[in-house]
């Protein structure tokens, strides 16, 4: 059996020729921009994704207990690493994507799978050979899902001037991660034996933790309950709503131009060496780790005195950097890290709970005392972004309780 038979086994919805979805790349590039971040949960902002493509999910297994055991920064690496290596496979297409904290969501082009498996291949041996982890991936036809009665939508929306970022509605992400993580059904979506390699090339890891201004930096997710999309729409609303009663969104950001700090250390250089090496010794990290720990020291100089050194601007940067951040998306769960003070907090906790109490929605919040900030760099001139978390655990400790109301109010995610 050859390869494409092999998948078409595997991924049982691929029935049609594997150039099918070519004259769909652009789908996401072609998007109108969203501008305002109310208008990412009104439904009218969203378009349908292509039924070629497909919904690519990593994972950290035991992703809980390595935060717990204090590998917070070795599980979000892993997530935004599952970014760049998909986005280097793919320069060409402009890949709709959410980061989760100890994973990533993506969408591809049918097209490209085979590039797309051998790069989560790659990231597999990354995870396994550099930092002890299994990295659970898995590919889920958007076909299928439709089969199944679920809707994969995305919005672009415009979070700065040179970064847009995807938004995603409908109940299909939700059900093809369960459908990956199902001990019976997840087998048929795992991504086959073959060729592995992983383009690392942009993954930078130089930050400091970046402690909170206001009291703490706490890791929000938020999903409604309802099942019609209009009444999702205005509970989110509310949600944003009762949270700018408190604090505009500037005033939130968990990432600010003096808080950021570059490091230095070999501590706070490893695990970018880890990734861009994919071992945790010998010639080709301490190559990484060199050049990181160089590229570091010309950097914090630059950014001292205000200067330029070929496309790195050190007075502006760091403005960049605060501008293109990842702080708030959605897919159909709202995700926020938020610097709030201890009263505003409280005040917003006691303002979901009401709303869990109400039956609208379940939460999860994660409160820590600094921020985590993983970049990927494709220029220093304006083509970078920058994936914030919430240090300790954020997203993935936040969904801890988020999973525990879900059971206590016994629902499932993903259903419907």
């Known amino acids: 059996m050859d390869d494409h038979a092999d998948r078409s086994t595997r991924y049982a919805a691929r029935v049609e020729p594997e150039d099918s979805g070519r004259h769909d790349e652009a789908f996401f590039a072609s998007l109108p ?3 305002a971040f109310t208008e990412v949960v009104a439904p009218g902002s969203y378009r349908d994704a292509p039924a070629t493509w497909l919904v690519v999910v990593t994972d950290v297994r035991g992703s809980t207990r390595a935060i717990e055991a204090g590998r917070y920064k070795d599980v979000n690496a892993l997530g935004v690493a599952s970014i760049v290596a998909l986005r280097n496979a793919l320069p060409e297409v402009d890949i709709p994507y959410v980061f989760g904290g100890d994973g990533a969501t993506l969408l591809v082009p049918r097209a490209a799978l085979a590039r797309a498996e051998t790069a989560l291949r790659g990231l597999q041996h990354l995870a396994q050979d550099a930092f002890g982890l ?19 939508r995305v919005a672009r929306y415009r979070a700065s001037p040179t970064v847009c970022l995807a938004m995603f509605a409908g109940s299909g992400l939700l059900t093809a991660e369960r459908w ?7 087998a048929r979506f795992a991504v086959p034996e ?21 009291g703490a930096v706490i890791s929000l997710l938020v999903m409604a309950l309802a099942s019609e999309d209009a009444h999702r729409a205005a509970t989110y609303r509310r949600v944003l709503e009762q949270l700018e009663a408190l604090c505009d969104h500037e005033t939130a950001r968990p990432v600010s131009v003096r808080g950021l700090k570059l490091g230095g250390s070999r501590a706070d250089l ?21 050049r990181a720990h ?7 100089a630059l950014v001292a005195v205000g200067t330029r050194a070929g496309s790195f601007d050190g007075k502006v940067y760091r403005e960049e950097l605060v501008s293109n951040t990842d702080f708030r998306k959605f897919d159909e769960t709202l995700r926020m890290v938020l610097d709030l003070s201890d009263v505003d907090c409280e005040a917003y906790r006691n303002a979901l709970e009401a709303e869990r109490r109400a039956g609208e929605l379940v939460y999860g919040m994660h409160r820590a005392a600094a921020a985590l900030v993983t970049c990927f760099v494709r220029s220093y001139a ?35």
């Open 134 to 152: 299994e990295l659970r991936v898995g590919v889920v036809p958007i076909a299928e899902l439709i089969a199944a009665g679920h809707s994969v």
């Open 294 to 300: 160089r590229q570091t020291l010309i950097g914090r």
């Open 33 to 35: 921009e969203v501008s």
């Open 194 to 214: 073959g060729d592995a390699a992983a383009d690392l090339e942009g993954f930078e890891c130089r930050w400091r933790p970046v402690r909170s201004r206001r």
């Open 180 to 186: 990956i993580k199902d001990p019976e059904r997840g």
């Open 270 to 290: 490893g695990v970018e060496a880890r990734v861009r090496s994919g071992a945790t010794a010998g010639a080709a990290y301490d190559a990484a780790l060199r």
């Open 382 to 416: 304006g083509d970078h972004l920058h994936f914030v978390d919430g240090a300790d655990g954020g997203y993935a400790l936040a969904a801890k309780e988020l999973k525990a109301q879900l059971a206590g109010a016994n629902l499932q995610p993903g259903a419907g």
